[in-house]
């Protein structure tokens, strides 16, 4: 994952804002040890930044993670949803190609930075 000025505290908090009731941690006790940002635009949704802690991997806590997402966005009548995955994270893209998630190699995203930050 990349972390940008996006994801400083309070750009988190404005996202969190705008997207009630959709992102989820995991916790292990008072540990948090998974995390997800899920958003959408009223058109289609978007999945963020899903991470879990390396010693509690493989345990199915990034499945539920995104399924309590996709169920979120389903009630919100949101039929696509979209997240983004660097070209060198393989083991990333074998998780969602193992999930069922389809690979899209009929589109390149195209970015504008508006400011001199990190974004
Ligand atoms: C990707 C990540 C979130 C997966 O979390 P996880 O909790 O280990 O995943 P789960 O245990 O829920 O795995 C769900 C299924 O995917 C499989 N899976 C998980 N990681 C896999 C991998 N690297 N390669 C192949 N399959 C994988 C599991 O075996 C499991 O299969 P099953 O349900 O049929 O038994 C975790 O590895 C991670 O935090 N990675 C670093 C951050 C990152 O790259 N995030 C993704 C950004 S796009």
């Known amino acids: 994952m990349t972390w940008r000025t996006a ?31 899920c958003g959408h635009d009223g058109r289609r949704g978007y999945l963020q930044h899903l991470a879990v802690d390396a010693t509690y991997r493989r345990s199915g806590i990034g499945r539920q993670l995104v399924q309590h997402c996709l169920a979120k966005l389903q009630q919100l009548g949101i039929e696509k949803v ?13 998780f969602w190609q193992h999930l069922g998630w389809s690979r899209r190699d009929d589109l390149q995203r195209y970015s504008w930075i508006t400011s001199d930050a990190n974004a």
């Open 7 to 37: 994801d400083a505290r309070p750009a988190v908090e404005r996202y969190l804002a705008r997207n009630p009731g959709l992102s989820f941690v995991a916790r292990c006790g008072a540990q948090l040890v998974g995390c997800v940002l």
């Open 82 to 94: 979209h997240l983004d995955v660097l070209v060198d994270n393989k083991a990333a893209q074998q």
